[in-house]
Each structure stands twice: as structure tokens, then as C-alpha cells.
């Protein structure tokens, strides 16, 4: 069910992950999310607070197509349904993790950073 009631069948999932995609190849989408990927360069949080916000109103966008509330509540709705499909479809669940990857790119870390271990053999006693 989506937020206005109507049935989100798996073929909208499908049809929806689809049309998100596409609306993010778009030329004029595709060079704004590349101008604010840029601007946020490396930083994860800067990348939240400027991309995220775009990729969603271009999500939103879509979505109340299929029945959902174009707000956060919606997007909700949907990351839920989707997740639905995603256990019981493979193309799905392919969809899905193209545009987890559009919106969450890899963050690239310039050194290995060791695991920080606790001595605990430590007593505080000298």
C-alpha cells in the first residue's frame, strides 16, 4: 500500500527504480548531482547536506507517480516497499542497489586505517 492507499505492485517497484534512474541520467540532473558531488569533494557529511537533498526531490518527483507522498514520509514508504521486492525479486534487487550507489558514492580513504585496539592487560598500576 502506498501513503494515498493504492497498490505498489511489483512491476511499479520495478517501473519506479527504473524512471528514478533514468531521472538521474537526465542531462540537466545528471550535471547539477556532478556540480554538488564535486563541491562536497571527500566529505561525507558536506555530500549529505547537498547532494542527498537533490537526489531526493528527483526521487520524490517520481514517486508520487505511483501513489506516494512526495516528502520524507514517502521516501520512507517507498525504501520500505522497495525492501519488500528486493527479498522476493532479483532485478529488484539490482535496481536497488544501482541507486543506493548513485546516491551513496564510495567514500575514498587515503590511508588504511588500523583497527583501534584496547589493552586491556592494563591495570592502571605503574
Known amino acids: ?13 520495478k517501473a519506479a527504480l527504473q524512471e528514478i534512474l533514468a531521472t538521474f541520467c537526465l542531462p540537466d540532473n545528471a550535471a547539477r548531482l556532478e556540480e554538488v558531488r564535486l563541491a562536497a569533494g571527500n566529505n561525507m557529511l558536506r555530500a549529505m547536506q547537498t547532494v542527498f537533498p537533490i537526489a ?12 506516494f507522498l512526495a516528502d520524507g514520509e514517502g521516501l520512507v514508504q517507498f525504501a520500505k516497499a522497495v525492501r519488500m521486492y528486493e527479498d522476493q525479486d532479483q532485478e529488484v534487487r539490482q535496481l536497488n542497489s544501482r541507486l543506493r550507489t548513485f546516491l551513496i558514492p564510495p567514500v575514498n580513504v587515503p ?14 598500576s605503574s
Open 1 to 13: 500500500m502506498t501513503s494515498l492507499g493504492k497498490q505498489f505492485t511489483l512491476s511499479d517497484c
Open 56 to 67: 531526493a526531490q528527483m526521487q520524490m518527483n517520481v514517486i508520487q507517480q505511483y501513489g
Open 111 to 124: 590511508h588504511p586505517v588500523a583497527p583501534l585496539t584496547i589493552n586491556n592487560s592494563h591495570n592502571g
